[in-house]
C-alpha cells in the first residue's frame, strides 16, 4: 500500500521533528543533512534551508527531496560531523535514500519563500520550502519521529526541582535554562507540551518574583 | 498474559527512564512523584530516593511501589509542582495506581543500600533500592518509555553545530552544554548513545584544541 499520510509515522501537525534530509546534485552526487522538518499538515512539510548549503542547492535544482526518520544516534552525529559516502545511499525512483533508516517519505516542493533569518550572533539568508509528501516507505513497524519537546519538558521540571537548592545564582542560572526550554517548546512541541511549560513558568513567578529583574 | 518483562515495554537493561512512582502511606494515603527508574536486568530495577521524601517513606514501610510510564506532559508537569489529588489514582491489587498512563509495573524491593550523594550543591542521604518486576499492565500497544539518551544526542548536534558561529565566548558556552549533555548520556543512555558523545568531543578536540584550558 502506497501511504502518503504523515500519521502513518506519528508525525502530527503543528510539530517539528528532527531527521536527515538527503538530496542529489545535477551530476549525481547524493548529499544529507540533519535538518528539522515541520510537519503543517498530514500531506505537507516546511524546511528552512540556508542558502549556500548544499541541500538548498540540490532542491533548487531538482525541487525533490527525501526526509529520512532513524533514531539511531551514530547516524545522526557522523550526518552532522562530516558527509556520508556514497555507498551509505540506495536510490528509489531516482532519489537518494539512506540504506540505514527507520523509515523515509519523499517530498516534492510546491512552494518557496526567502527570508532573512537572525538571531544574537547575526543574521542568515534562507529559503523556506513547503514540500508535498508523495510517497511514504516504512522499514520497522513502529516509527519513533524525534521530537524535542516532550524532553524540553523534562528537562524543565528536572531544573525546577533543583530550584530550591543552592543559591540565588543557581537559581538564576536553571531559570535561564528553563527559559531556553520553553523557546524549544514553542518552536517544535504540541499544544499540551507548551500549556506544562506555561504551567512550570507560572510556578516559577509564583514561588520567585524578581528573577525577571536580575541579569 | 501476565508479563513481568520489562523489555515487553521497550525498556532496556543499563538505561534510566523518566517515570512517575506511587506509593502508599500506612494509612493509605497515595504519593506520587517523578523519578528515574534504572533498567537493571529484564526484571528489576533500581531507583535512588531521597531519605525523608514520601516515597522513600512509603516504600520503607510498604516494600511495594509502582512505576508508572507516561509521555503526557501535563501529568508529569502536575507530579513536579504538587500533589496528585487521591481521585487520580485507582487500587490494583492494594496498589495505587495512576488513572492516566500508558503502562504501569508493581515493583517488590528486594534490597535497600545506603548512601551520601554528593554535588556541587551540597550532600543527601539516599537509599538505593533493588526492586523486582512483579507484574506489568500495558494499557497502549506501543509504550515509549522516556528516555533522556538520544535528546542529549541531538542537544549535543545542534550546539557543535553553532560551535563556528559567533566569538570564542560563545562557542565556550555551547562547549559546557555540550559537556552537561555527556554527563546525561553517561547516566541515562545506551552504549551507542555514549559513543556518539565519544565522537562529537574528538571532533570538538581536533577542531579547537583549548577549550579546557579555560574557565
Redesign the interface.
Known sequence: MKHNNLKAMGMEKGQLY?TIISSMSTNGRKNAA?IGVLCKSEEEVVVYLYQGSHTHKNISNSDYFVVNLT????L???C??GDFPADYFYEFKGNPVLKENDAFFISRVIKKKELVHKNE??SSPMTVVTAKVEEIVKNKK?I?P?N????A???S?IH???LE??DAK?RENLYHKIKEMDRVVRRVG?A??K??LQ??MD?IHEKYNNLDEKK
Chains 1, 2 share one sequence.
Not at 524535542?148 to 524532553?151: A, C, L
Open positions: 528532527e540533519p533514531t539511531n544516534p551514530l545522526l552525529t557522523e552532522t560531523l550572533l547575526g513502529v519513533r524525534l524535542r519537546g516532550i524532553y519538558v523534562i528537562e521540571l525546577f526541582s533543583r537548592i543552592g543557581n504540541s499540551s507540551e500549556k506544562a504551567e512550570i510556578a
